[in-house]
């Protein structure tokens, strides 16, 4: 017995984290998945109803508003983070004075939670009060900015918030990425008669392609989760306008009591992060392999 | 030869392109500070927001500074104002977040310290693949696991509780804890672990002795990481509690959103504040293990 203890104690020690990944990770996912199939409502039942919470949540108007503003979120919020991201590592990668206390100013947000950061920008983008009054008190009279009450334009103002926080992440990769390239290269371009934009324009920033990814599917993935900022700056609102899938999923399972066709658009977010991470980690261990 | 040849070509580069290089810097500062206000703008706006009177609020604009340091809205967001009912205020609940974060870290830091240790150290046929495993958790979107979870914390009794949070913290903080000491022990030398066994040390003599003492830097990167996610967390605290047992996120937003009566900005700031502030002081003093742990975290994670 304590031979086969002390044979196996790495073994042991492992047991705990697998256990509980198993449990809480693998085996809560297929619970759900199942549960998908069922017709729970308040309490889950084990009966198998079969795809219909499918078929009825593509059918929801709610959904599909939801699906609609996940897609205007996250291609707005990769395009400016990476843009101001990769500006900003640019630009401070150029021997900048206090390019420390820079660097910290754009990094800090990404310290707060997305609550405090959504409160922040609620109370800066009221109507009454805010960035408009601003204006207005500065004498453009007829200066309106109201997205966070305008059905068509509130989905803008999350925009605004998630990239106010997740920009400077975008940032600090990149900046990491340019240090670790070679002096030699950028000055070997520059002998040849390249310019400073040539150079980045065409070797350095082709040779970041793995951060490209990298942030790629990191920003993806903050926002198909994200939930805590549309809570805290619109609650979805006005009306449903800015419901987003996350959201969807906790009203639906908390408010409405409907469990199987939550677990449905739960299994959905599932899979669309699935389609996301699955290649990315199996090029990052192929890489690992191969280095 | 070659070499003086194309080092003076560059001096000559450098300095045919001297007037074209200020003004390029001038547009480049112009650019960073002008994005530095854009990324300060908002902390700035709390700020002042929280140290102003309602009056002078709706008087003046974002912008304008407060006649004086007036540090009520701060009171009355820690400690309310003393009449019982319906008042919110987050002291207790700024505990209940110290009392949940604490624990949850310590926990899952040991458990990845312990984990990551066993899979660079003592490798065994399909490691590797438990390492993937354990991986995939730090990206499942908890949507997916919200329902189940509700349910375990109910038959176990520590739904709404404290220590149902540390709980769940503890459990889907793992995969990143164990990426984390991993990757770190993976570039410590397995020599010096096998020489250890040679020389008759076991599995948690060489923990203690050999590992333990170099890992300083990766623990304050894990323990910051972990920290601040957790103090950070709004999904599963708003899902798992409700009432006196909810952390500070949960109450910020619930103070936030009462409209029961008379909008305060200036409280509301000073809560965002108050709540904003443990992870920024973090921030400002561990900078740089902060972001290691965000690009380590975010390299795989």
Same mark, same amino acid.
């Given at each position: 017995?304590?031979?086969?203890?002390?044979?196996n104690l790495p073994k042991v020690v492992l047991a705990p984290a697998v256990g509980l990944i198993s449990w809480f990770v693998y085996g809560f996912v297929l619970w759900t998945f199942?549960?998908?199939?069922?017709?729970?409502?308040?309490?889950?039942?084990?009966?198998?109803?079969?795809?219909?919470?499918?078929?009825?949540?593509?059918?929801?108007?709610?959904?599909?508003?939801?699906?609609?503003?996940?897609?205007?979120?996250?291609?707005?919020?990769?395009?400016?983070?990476?843009?101001?991201?990769?500006?900003?590592?640019?630009?401070?990668?150029?021997?900048?004075?206090?390019?420390?206390?820079?660097?910290?100013?754009?990094? =800090?947000?990404?310290?707060?939670?997305?609550?405090?950061?959504?409160?922040?920008?609620?109370?800066?983008?009221?109507?009454?009060?805010?960035?408009?009054?601003?204006?207005?008190?500065?004498?453009?009279?007829?200066?309106?900015?109201?997205?966070?009450?305008?059905?068509?334009?509130?989905?803008?103002?999350?925009?605004?918030?998630?990239?106010?926080?997740?920009?400077?992440?975008?940032?600090?990769?990149?900046?990491?990425?340019?240090?670790?390239?070679?002096?030699?290269?950028?000055?070997?371009?520059?002998?040849?008669?390249?310019?400073?934009?040539?150079?980045?324009?065409?070797?350095?920033?082709?040779?970041?392609?793995?951060?490209?990814?990298?942030?790629?599917?990191?920003?993806?993935?903050?926002?198909?989760?994200? =939930?805590?900022?549309?809570?805290?700056?619109?609650?979805?609102?006005?009306?449903?306008?800015?419901?987003?899938?996350?959201?969807?999923?906790?009203?639906?399972?908390?408010?409405?009591?409907?469990?199987?066709?939550?677990?449905?658009?739960?299994?959905?977010?599932f899979?669309?992060?699935?389609?996301?991470?699955?290649?990315?980690? =199996?090029?990052?261990?192929?890489?690992?392999?191969?280095? | 030869?070659?070499?003086?040849?194309?080092?003076?070509?560059?001096?000559?580069? /450098?300095?045919?392109?001297?007037?074209?290089?200020?003004?390029?810097?001038?547009?480049?500062?112009?650019?960073?500070?002008?994005?530095?206000?854009?990324?300060?703008?908002?902390?700035?706006?709390?700020?002042?927001?929280?140290?102003?009177?309602?009056?002078?609020?709706?008087?003046?604009?974002?912008?304008?500074?407060?006649? /004086?340091?007036?540090?009520?809205?701060?009171?009355?967001?820690?400690?309310?104002?003393?009449?019982?009912?319906?008042?919110?205020?987050?002291?207790?609940?700024?505990?209940?977040?110290?009392?949940m974060v604490?624990p949850a870290v310590f926990f899952s830091t040991f458990i990845g310290a312990m984990t990551g240790y066993v899979l660079?150290?003592w490798?065994f046929?399909g490691d590797s693949w438990v390492f993937l495993f354990l991986l995939f958790g730090c990206f499942i979107p908890f949507q997916a696991i919200l329902l189940p979870m509700a349910r375990t914390l109910g038959v176990l009794g520590i739904s709404?509780s404290i220590l149902g949070l540390v709980v769940v913290h503890t459990v889907y903080g793992i995969p990143f804890t164990t990426l984390f000491f991993r990757?770190?022990?993976?570039?410590?030398?397995?020599?010096?672990?096998?020489?250890?066994?040679?020389?008759?040390?076991?599995?948690?003599?060489?923990?203690?002795?050999?590992?333990?003492?170099?890992?300083?830097?990766?623990?304050?990167?894990t323990?910051?990481w972990q920290?601040?996610q957790i103090?950070?967390d709004?999904l599963f605290?708003?899902t798992f509690?409700?009432?006196?047992?909810?952390?500070?996120?949960?109450?910020?937003?619930?103070?936030?959103?009462?409209?029961?009566?008379?909008?305060?900005?200036?409280?509301?700031?000073?809560?965002?504040?108050?709540?904003?502030?443990?992870?920024?002081?973090?921030?400002?003093?561990?900078?740089?293990?902060?972001?290691?742990?965000?690009?380590?975290g975010?390299?795989?994670g």
């Open positions: 017995m304590f031979k086969w203890l002390e044979k199942y549960i998908s199939f069922t017709n729970s409502k308040i309490l889950p039942r084990y009966e198998l109803w079969g795809v219909g919470n499918y078929a009825k949540l593509w059918a929801s108007h709610k959904w599909l508003i939801a699906v609609e503003n996940l897609f205007v979120f996250t291609s707005l919020f990769l395009i400016f983070c990476t843009v101001i991201g990769i500006v900003l590592a640019i630009f401070l990668d150029q021997k900048i004075r206090a390019e420390g206390v820079l660097r910290t100013i754009y990094l =800090y947000p990404m310290a707060l939670s997305f609550i405090v950061t959504g409160t922040a920008w609620k109370w800066i983008l009221n109507p009454s009060l805010g960035i408009q009054k601003m204006f207005i008190d500065w004498g453009f009279e007829n200066f309106t900015f109201d997205w966070l009450v305008n059905r068509e334009m509130a989905i803008y103002t999350i925009v605004i918030a998630g990239v106010w926080q997740s920009a400077g992440f975008v940032m600090a990769l990149f900046l990491a990425g340019l240090r670790s390239v070679e002096d030699e290269i950028v000055k070997a371009a520059k002998i040849d008669g390249a310019s400073l934009f040539t150079v980045y324009w065409k070797i350095l920033l082709p040779m970041m392609r793995p951060v490209f990814f990298t942030s790629f599917v990191i920003l993806v993935h903050i926002s198909i989760k994200s =939930y805590d900022l549309v809570v805290a700056l619109t609650q979805g609102g006005p009306g449903i306008s800015t419901t987003m899938p996350a959201m969807y999923m906790t009203q639906t399972a908390f408010h409405k009591s409907q469990v199987a066709l939550s677990a449905t658009s739960a299994i959905m977010m899979m669309a992060v699935a389609a996301v991470i699955i290649p990315y980690l =199996y090029s990052e261990l192929r890489r690992e392999n191969a280095s | 030869m070659q070499a003086k040849t194309s080092l003076a070509a560059y001096t000559q580069l /450098e300095k045919k392109s001297k007037v074209t290089n200020m003004l390029l810097r001038w547009f480049l500062y112009f650019v960073l500070i002008l994005f530095a206000s854009y990324f300060i703008f908002p902390l700035y706006v709390m700020i002042v927001t929280s140290l102003k009177t309602m009056e002078e609020i709706r008087q003046g604009t974002l912008l304008t500074l407060p006649s /004086e340091l007036n540090f009520d809205s701060w009171a009355v967001a820690w400690e309310g104002r003393g009449y019982g009912a319906g008042d919110t205020f987050l002291k207790p609940y700024f505990w209940n977040s110290i009392k604490v660079t150290k490798r046929k709404n990757n770190y022990y993976v570039s410590v030398p397995t020599e010096l672990v096998k020489a250890a066994r040679i020389d008759g040390a076991g599995f948690f003599k060489i923990f203690f002795k050999i590992l333990l003492p170099i890992s300083a830097p990766i623990i304050v990167v323990v910051i920290f601040t103090w950070n709004f605290g708003s509690s409700f009432g006196k047992a909810a952390p500070i996120q949960v109450a910020l937003n619930n103070m936030v959103l009462s409209s029961t009566s008379v909008k305060e900005y200036n409280v509301d700031m000073a809560s965002a504040i108050i709540a904003g502030i443990p992870t920024l002081i973090v921030y400002v003093l561990a900078g740089k293990y902060f972001i290691r742990g965000l690009t380590s975010a390299v795989k």
